[in-house]
């Protein structure tokens, strides 16, 4: 296809700078080398910074970035740049942290305009064709009748940017005291709809790294309270619209308070770790939707987001082609009650009522989105049914309704492999591997991490960011070393091949060398040597992903546990110390840091096996939800670690409890080791 417009962005791997190529726009990808060339020019720069899924990024492309006037404007007065905040998040950070200072709040698509060495004075979301023209014309004037006031109100604004990511070293403090952390719970409660779960508001996100925690919170202090709000939350977003409910796998956020209309992009890191949590709640309750959830959102990742080399894809976007063949969001995924009744004949009745095809299910323009809420055993009741027969007629539906939505424009892929969500991903197997007793996802998790040693590390203990088409271009950031680190030390729990613990162990050393900052005793998000602009971040407020400091830190933790003569301990310790000022009035932005005052505060032990004996034991208590403990093992005399030298004995498969390398008298079985365990915990 001949396109009239083509500008530098065809020379990128991006799908979502790929889909601005042809703009009339003069894009650039982000590089030294043109804000040098900015500098040179005296000329600003426009920074357009969204991703694939974003469907805002969408409707400004097409209303202002295809227009060739709009265009005009901006060839002639910026040097334009569009960046993708997944492939860039060090970029995004500055500039969102930036927009947030400049209106309160922010979002993508994030648009700034800044000074020609890249610090911003001007920036906004979405905004419509004819206020962008005049806000960029306006800019522009501005710029050229009084740049020194610009100039100013940058440096300034770059000031302030510098001061908010100040993290000051606290020594000679306590951690903080469990009654004080029960206050922040309390507080952070007030917010709980402990009704339709998650919080009080619309939109609503699912956090799993706040579930994460609250569900570790709620086994060790036996919380009941928080305990049934943790149900809720996931039980209310299995059965919601937020959950797709043919083909598995969550979105990304629903936009109502019980999450039935979904924003319909599906993201991986996402579903990577609500495959964890939801595996965890299945180890504490037994409950079966827990586990059907984990099975079917592995399905959907494996069918739609594996790549043929066992790397995970990035994302599927919220808007595909409907039947009019014009994108619209959630067309891929939307239902009529027309089209129910034609593909479900006699089956449609007990259907509609077990999704809500009614008043409550219906979304706009005729179109339903699934939600569930009534308990199965009511609705098997109301149709003369068992809950097994219930069951299997469901399940017939959802098979006709796949294969008819399979026939349909499926939403675009972004089909990018990042470090960082590859490694969520496989933590997520690993999780449902051990949760679930379910050695095919140990088998897909070994294969993702030997994809991403062959794919996205280099020969000196780094790793890439990103990767495509055979290109692996971007240096690796904090939050890729962060969760792969976490994902090889879970791999080797569950499979016992100290490979795994030994390549984690080296890139957490990586990290400590060229990550460090001695002053603020934190990890910077970018290494020493790589470029940055206006600062070197510190990630330290969890979000829906936690933050790349909280993993590091509870990494360390526990390398500190099998690896006590290294200072990773110390620094866990530390690390804690200069962020816990903030957990009193803000818990939930900081829930990933909170599982290290319960590390504190109770017993953590070490769990060896040793012996011909300890993978089969290893399957087993693994099955276990056991948050203060690690699990290290081997079935022979030959591992370095220390917690495993001078206990094999032959013919036999003990288990020891430890402390800091300290053990129990062993026993034989995993029913004796979880004994000791619960008698050893204390407040």
Avoid at 114 to 143: E, H, I, N, R, S
Avoid at 227 to 243: E, K, P, Q, S, W
Avoid at 334 to 361: A, C, H, P, R, S
Avoid at 570 to 575: G, L
Wanted: with cysteine; aromatic share 12%.
């Amino acid at each position: 296809m001949a396109h009239k417009h083509t500008n530098n962005l065809i020379h990128e791997s991006s799908p979502y700078l790929l889909q601005h190529a042809h703009n009339p726009v003069h894009w650039e990808a982000w590089s030294k080398e043109l804000m040098d060339r900015a500098q040179k020019e005296n000329k600003l720069v426009l920074v357009s910074i969204g991703y694939a899924a974003c469907h805002w990024c969408h409707v400004m492309e097409h209303e202002c970035f295809e227009d060739e006037a709009v265009a005009a404007v901006m060839n002639e007065h910026f040097i334009c740049i569009k960046i993708d905040r997944e492939e860039r998040p060090d970029i995004d950070h500055i500039y969102m942290e930036a927009l947030q200072m400049m209106t309160g709040s922010g979002g993508w698509p994030l648009n700034v305009v800044t000074l020609p060495d890249g610090k911003p004075f001007w920036g906004a979301t979405y905004v419509k064709k004819q206020d962008w023209v005049t806000v960029l014309k306006q800019l522009w004037d501005l710029y050229q009748k009084e740049p020194k006031k610009v100039i100013q109100y940058a440096e300034n604004l770059a000031e302030g940017i510098r001061t908010i990511n100040l993290v000051e070293r606290k020594e000679g403090i306590p951690v903080i005291s469990m009654p004080n952390l029960k206050e922040a719970i309390a507080l952070w409660s007030s917010y709980f709809d402990t009704f339709l779960g998650g919080h009080k508001r619309a939109p609503k996100f699912m956090m799993p790294c706040n579930l994460d925690f609250l569900l570790h919170y709620a086994h060790v202090t036996k919380d009941e309270a928080i305990h049934d709000y943790v149900n809720v939350t996931l039980t209310r977003m299995a059965n919601g619209g937020i959950f797709d409910h043919i083909g598995g796998g969550f979105s990304r956020y629903a936009v109502d308070t019980k999450w039935h209309v979904p924003h319909f992009e599906k993201m991986l890191y996402d579903n990577g770790q609500m495959v964890s949590v939801y595996a965890k709640a299945f180890a504490v309750t037994q409950n079966d939707l827990y586990k059907k959830i984990v099975e079917e959102t592995i399905n959907f990742v494996t069918r739609e987001l594996m790549a043929p080399n066992y790397g995970f894809y990035s994302s599927l976007d919220a808007d595909s082609l409907n039947k009019e063949g014009t994108l619209e969001e959630g067309a891929y995924y939307v239902w009529t009650k027309t089209e129910l009744q034609q593909l479900l004949g006699n089956d449609y009745n007990v259907f509609q009522d077990y999704y809500n095809i009614n008043e409550y299910g219906h979304w706009e323009h005729g179109n339903y989105v699934l939600i569930k809420d009534i308990p199965d055993m009511e609705i098997a009741e109301r149709h003369g049914l068992t809950v097994t027969a219930l069951g299997d007629i469901i399940e017939g539906c959802k098979k006709i309704l796949i294969k008819e939505r399979d026939k349909r424009n499926p939403p675009r892929l972004d089909d990018k492999i990042l470090t960082s969500w590859n490694a969520l991903m496989l933590k997520g197997l690993v999780d449902a591997s051990k949760y679930l007793r379910n050695d095919d996802y140990l088998k897909l998790a070994i294969k993702n991490a030997n994809f991403i040693l062959t794919h996205l590390t280099d020969k000196e203990d780094g790793l890439f960011h990103n990767h495509k088409d055979g290109r692996s271009t971007i240096s690796g950031f904090l939050e890729d070393y962060a969760a792969l680190i976490d994902a090889f030390f879970a791999l080797y729990e569950a499979s016992f091949e100290e490979k795994w613990l030994l390549k984690a162990k080296a890139l957490l050393n990586h990290c400590i060398k060229n990550f460090y900052d001695d002053k603020s005793a934190l990890f910077f998000f970018t290494a020493k040597n790589d470029d940055f602009i206006i600062r070197r971040s510190l990630e330290v407020s969890d979000n829906v992903i936690p933050a790349s400091n909280s993993i590091m830190a509870n990494c360390l933790f526990k390398f500190g546990k099998l690896f006590p003569s290294e200072a990773y301990s110390t620094i866990a310790q530390q690390m804690l110390l200069n962020v816990q000022e903030n957990f009193a009035k803000n818990a939930q932005g900081h829930a990933h840091w909170l599982h290290l005052v319960l590390y504190h505060h109770f017993d953590f032990y070490e769990i060896a096996i040793i012996g011909s004996e300890a993978e089969d034991k290893r399957t087993e208590i693994n099955g276990h939800y056991l948050p203060q403990a690690l699990v290290a093992g081997s079935q022979e005399a030959t591992s370095t670690l220390l917690v495993l030298q001078n206990r094999f004995v032959e013919h036999q498969t003990p288990i020891y409890l430890c402390q800091d390398t300290s053990c129990k008298l062993p026993v034989n079985t995993i029913e004796e080791a979880l004994s000791q365990l619960n008698a050893g915990n204390k407040d």
